[in-house]
């Protein structure tokens, strides 16, 4: 397989074959077909109770949820962000505090550390699996202050929990809590325990493009501490815990009671749903394959997902690492197949971040992967055929 360069090009839209259909990264009105009639009823229970706030939807959807996880404690929030913040003040890190994380993520990982008024720090990825690299945090804790850092925040990228065993022996080694950003891995597992239950406390996102989605924003605290809970209940809710008395300064943070009613319907579908998800990601390995189009490394092809075997991976995203992955994405749009690019810009060179510090070079592992991963079409309700058509595109820009 031979790699073209972006000033190559060219293909015009006379290549397009004929029998190309688009495909969507996303289709939400395939999934909301088949719930439909349920999702209309919990939001009519919730429009007849006209308890809008907080109501017995959300309690009800928090038990569920952590349930679900095999946690005690769920604690609903108003996104994904806003659980990560929630998070790590309910874990009292701020001013003088440091947390180390991922380059590798969505900005929220970052800018909730920074909302917290703590300092981040950041270490490079594993290559194969994309997740924070223990070893890589290792490394910052011998070159920073030991007793600034408060906690590390691995975050379970595309639906792939981050290697817990080597966290919790650096948890042991280092008394540090252990925050998941799991906003995209509800229903993932490490050694057959979820998300959510790994770590002292985990953020979930439920923002419409999420395995486990509502109809607008929304998020989950989970922790297997009385105390975090108890925390987290008194900040989302302006610090208060009787009316008007405000213990400290807390946040609006509250779950509206029509998206947990939404979310406690899907959340019976979910393990149903990501079945579906691993499915799809075993057939495109397979269609890959076939194609002849696999390598172990992008000088040579396509390099596919890597699941660690203690893994339970729920595919939010299936990412592989492609040759001129930017032609490659052009092509595809021409060709009116979705893909997508997570993350073009790692966080340590996003200009909003400079003054933490960092210069390009610093994480060439993520920044590596910023330049070749390419994220295709992946929900549910994907069709053979569309896999197969994505597939087939793929193949012929690189013949
Ligand atoms: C989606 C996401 C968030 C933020 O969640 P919102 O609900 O959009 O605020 C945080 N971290 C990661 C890794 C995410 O994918």
Known sequence: ??????????YTMTDVPENSQPVQMLDFARQFAGIRKEILE????????????????????????????????????????????????????????????????????????????AQPLLA???????NLSADAVEGVLRTHTRSKVKAVMPVHLYGQCADWDAFTALKQRH?????????????????????????????????PT?????????????????????????????????????????????????????????????????????????????????AGLVASSTAEGIVLPITDPRAGHVFHQYVIRAPGRDALRQYLTERKIGSEIYYPVPLHLQTSLASLGYKAGDFPASEAAAVEVLALPMYPELRDDEQQTVVDAIASFYK
């Open 1 to 10: 397989m031979t790699q073209r360069h972006p000033t190559e090009q060219r």
């Open 42 to 117: 919990a939001i009519e229970n919730v429009c007849d109770s006209q308890r809008f706030i907080l109501g017995p939807q959300v309690e009800s959807f928090e038990k569920a949820a952590a349930r679900a996880c095999g946690v005690p404690h769920g604690v609903g929030c108003a996104s994904g962000t806003d659980a990560l913040w929630l998070a790590m003040a309910a874990a009292n890190i701020g001013p003088g505090d440091a947390v180390i994380t991922t380059p590798f993520s969505f900005f929220a990982t970052v800018s909730a550390i920074l909302r917290c008024g």
């Open 124 to 130: 490079d990825i594993d290559p194969a699996t994309f």
């Open 175 to 207: 008394g540090l809590l252990l925050i998941e950003d799991a906003a995209q891995a509800f229903g993932a597992t490490w050694d057959g325990i979820y998300a959510g239950a790994l770590g002292d406390l985990a953020a979930f996102s439920f923002y």
């Open 210 to 290: 999420k395995n486990l989605s509502a109809f607008g924003d929304a998020g989950l605290l989970t922790t297997p501490l009385a105390e975090f809970d108890d925390h987290a209940r008194v900040l989302r809710a302006h610090g208060m815990r009787q009316r008007y008395y405000h213990e400290e300064v807390g946040w609006n943070s509250r779950l509206d009671s029509l998206q947990a009613a939404i979310l406690e319907v899907k959340l019976r579908y979910l393990p149903e749903w990501n079945q579906q998800r691993r499915d799809h990601a075993a057939r495109y390995d397979e269609l890959f394959r076939v």
